[in-house]
DNA sequence: TATTGTTATACTCTATAACTATA
DNA sequence: TATAGTTATAGAGTATAACAATA
C-alpha cells in the first residue's frame, strides 16, 4: 500500500529527474509520522484532563524519582521547549495543585518544582494508558521491527547532537 | 553512545519496573528527532529568504507541474496544517510575490493558487540545497538502513491512515 | 560577568466556529 | 444542504531580548 511520500517522490521524479530524492523519503515520513502520532497521543492524554505539554511536564518528574523535583532549568532540557513555555507550562500546572514552586536551599536564584501528591497519583493513573496507547500506535510493527527502528533513530538523533540527561 | 531516549528508558525501568516501556524507546525517539531535524531543514529554508511554510506550499505547487497551480484545499491536505494556516501562508506568499490567487474557471466558490515566474525560479534554485541539506542529515546512515528506515515508516504511516495525493 | 527564572513582544500555528458565495 | 475559502477567537508554542536576583 502506498502512502503520501510515494506520490511525492514520483511527482518529483517527473518534475526533476535530475535530482535524487530520495532523503525526501526518510525526512518526508519522519515529519508526517511525527504529526499523525502526536494527534494518537492526545487522546490518552486528553482522557485523563492533559494535553502534551502537561503529561510531558508531570512524566519527567515523575521518573526523575522521589522526591519527584526538578529544576526548570532540567525541564527544559528534557522537553526541547523554550524556557518561556517552560513558565508557562508550570504556571498552568500550578493553578491545577498538580506542581509546586519552592525556592531552591542551595542556590537563591533557583527554583525547585515537585509533583504534588495530586499530581503524582494523576501521572501514575495516566502513565499506564499512554504506554497502552504507544503500543497500539506501534501494533503494525514486529517486535524486530521495533527493535530495529529505535536503534536507526537513535543513531540519527547521535549525529544530531542529542545526548542523555 | 547513548541519547537521550536511553536515560529516559532507564529511568523509568528503575521507578516503574513493573511497567514496559519499550514503545516509548521508539515514538519517543521519533518525537525528538522529528523536532532536530525541523532545526536543520530551517537553515537550507532562510539561506533563501524562507521558512518551513512557504518552503512547504512553493514545493508543493512546484512539484504539481505545469501549469504550477493548486486550490487551497489541494494545498492543505497536503501539508497537514489546517486551512487557517493555509490561508495565511498563500497571504505572505502573494505579498511577496511568488504566488497568485485567481477565481477558478470551474468552480465559483474556487480559487486557484499558482507559482508566479519569480516563485518558480525561487523554489528551482532552493530545491537543490534543500536535498543537500536532507542528504547531510541523514550521511550517518548506510544505504541499506535509509531505505528500510523509510520502508518502515511507511508502513506506520499506511497503518495510522496515511494515504497518497 | 554569567546564570536562573520570569516577563514581554511579535509571529505561526492549533482548534473551533461563523460566515459568504456557490454547487 | 454541502462545499470552498476566508475570517475570527482563544490558546500554546517559537525566537529573541530584557530584566532582577544571585553566583
Redesign the pocket.
Same mark, same amino acid.
Given at each position: 500500500m502506498a502512502d503520501h511520500l510515494d506520490f511525492v517522490l514520483d511527482q518529483w521524479a517527473r518534475e526533476r529527474p535530475d535530482l535524487d530524492v530520495s532523503a525526501m523519503g526518510v525526512i518526508g515520513r519522519l515529519s508526517r509520522l511525527s @504529526?499523525l502520532v502526536g494527534?494518537e497521543l492526545?487522546k490518552a492524554f486528553s482522557a485523563h484532563g492533559l494535553? @502534551?505539554?502537561?503529561f510531558?511536564m508531570l512524566a519527567t518528574l515523575r521518573r526523575s524519582g522521589p522526591p519527584f523535583a526538578l529544576?526548570?532549568?532540567?525541564l %527544559?532540557r528534557a522537553? %526541547?521547549?523554550?524556557?518561556?513555555?517552560?513558565?508557562?507550562?508550570?504556571? @498552568?500546572l500550578e493553578a491545577r495543585g498538580w506542581v509546586t514552586?519552592t525556592p531552591?536551599d542551595?542556590?537563591? @536564584?533557583?527554583?525547585?518544582?515537585a509533583l504534588t501528591d495530586e499530581g503524582l497519583a494523576l501521572i501514575n493513573a495516566a502513565l499506564p494508558d499512554h504506554v497502552a496507547n504507544e503500543e497500539r500506535i506501534l501494533a503494525s510493527l514486529s517486535t524486530e521491527q521495533r527493535a530495529q527502528l529505535a536503534e536507526t533513530l537513535r543513531q540519527l538523533l547521535v549525529a544530531l547532537g542529542d545526548s542523555p540527561a
Open positions: @504529526r494527534t492526545e494535553d @502534551r505539554g502537561a510531558d529544576t526548570p532549568a532540567g %527544559m522537553s %526541547m521547549v523554550t524556557s518561556g513555555a517552560i513558565t508557562q507550562r508550570l504556571d @498552568r514552586r531552591s542551595s542556590d537563591g @536564584r533557583g527554583v525547585v518544582v
